[in-house]
């Protein structure tokens, strides 16, 4: 196939003739707007996890496409991270929904159940009970994107790079010998981009009681339930939040539930990897896949 060294997968896509939609998350500095609360006033406007983002963004989300499109064809969805979570939660509570609208699920750092992550920063914070504390303390959002905090860390990584390059290691990526860091400066202004307290509190459950479930009552998703939808699993062998160990687990369980279409480990590849890799060495098997899915 074609060189994708430091092309994104929308670019490619986009100049394979795909209709390439980018979802939007609430929370984030792009999605505050709601028709009743205001997130600077209304601790109702927080009140989600991952679990409403599959339960109901997601749907609304693909509704729209198709309005727009005013097509009803079937969608490939690319989930990285947290928004792969979503998914998998939603297809087990609206399984039905799902296998209606989507041909496959391709899953880059898939993250479900999170007992092996080895963030030093993410662990740091679960080992204090941060999570816990902001809870206690009605904090409900986390990591709202600032200008004054965008510029600090521009600051850091262009003046002082050991810190930059010490933060991704420590976040996320073991090894950062295929990432590109000028692209993880541009990537910085817009990360962190501000999420509910709901939603960490959500992955820390998953590392505390080594589950992949409901917030607080802990029912657990049940991929008994997902129905006839495709899954491709990425996953980089240098990624610190979604290990190989956790997402061999996951692919014993999609095997077991005739989901699992594709598994692969990538070296070199953590798990900002998907987004700042200079050699892309995942891009070929995602379009493999796209066409597979979609054809």
């Known amino acids: 196939m074609a060189n994708h060294e430091k092309k994104s997968l929308a670019f490619i896509l986009a100049n394979l003739g795909y209709d390439v939609w980018l979802g939007n998350n609430r929370g984030n500095k792009h999605s505050r707007a709601h028709l009743k609360y205001n997130p600077n006033k209304d601790k109702e406007f927080w009140n989600y996890s991952f679990h409403e983002m599959g339960l109901y963004d997601l749907p609304a989300m693909i ?111 073991f090894d950062i010998k295929d990432d590109d860091l000028d692209r993880f400066i541009v990537f910085l202004a817009h990360f962190p981009s501000g999420s509910s307290v709901n939603t960490f509190l959500h992955f820390a459950q998953s590392i505390r009681y080594n589950n992949f479930a409901t917030l607080k009552e802990m029912v657990p998703y049940d991929f008994t339930k997902a129905k006839n939808i495709p899954i491709a699993l990425f996953v980089g062998m240098n990624d610190r939040l ?54």
Not at 91 to 114: C, D, H, Q, R, W
Not at 246 to 261: A, T
């Open 63 to 173: 509704k729209l496409i198709q309005e727009t499109t005013n097509s009803d064809k079937k969608i490939t969805y690319i989930g990285h991270s947290q928004g792969t979570a979503q998914l998998f939660a939603g297809m087990t509570l609206l399984p039905e929904f799902y296998e209606s609208k989507i041909n496959g699920f391709i899953a880059l750092g898939p993250v479900t159940n999170l007992r092996n992550a080895n963030s030093t920063f993410l662990k740091s914070l679960i080992d204090f009970r941060l999570d816990l504390l902001f809870s206690k303390l009605g904090i409900n959002e986390m990591f709202r994107n600032t200008q004054s905090v965008t510029y600090i860390e521009k600051l850091l990584c262009t003046k002082i790079g050991f810190l930059c390059t010490g933060l991704l290691q420590n976040i996320s990526d």
């Open 242 to 295: 979604a290990t190989v160990a956790d997402n061999r687990n996951l692919k014993v369980i999609l095997e077991k539930n005739n989901l699992l279409n594709f598994y692969r480990e990538y070296e070199n590849t953590g798990h900002l990897s998907f987004f700042i890799s200079i050699s892309n060495i995942f891009m070929d098997d995602i379009i493999r896949k796209v066409l597979e899915f979609s054809s």
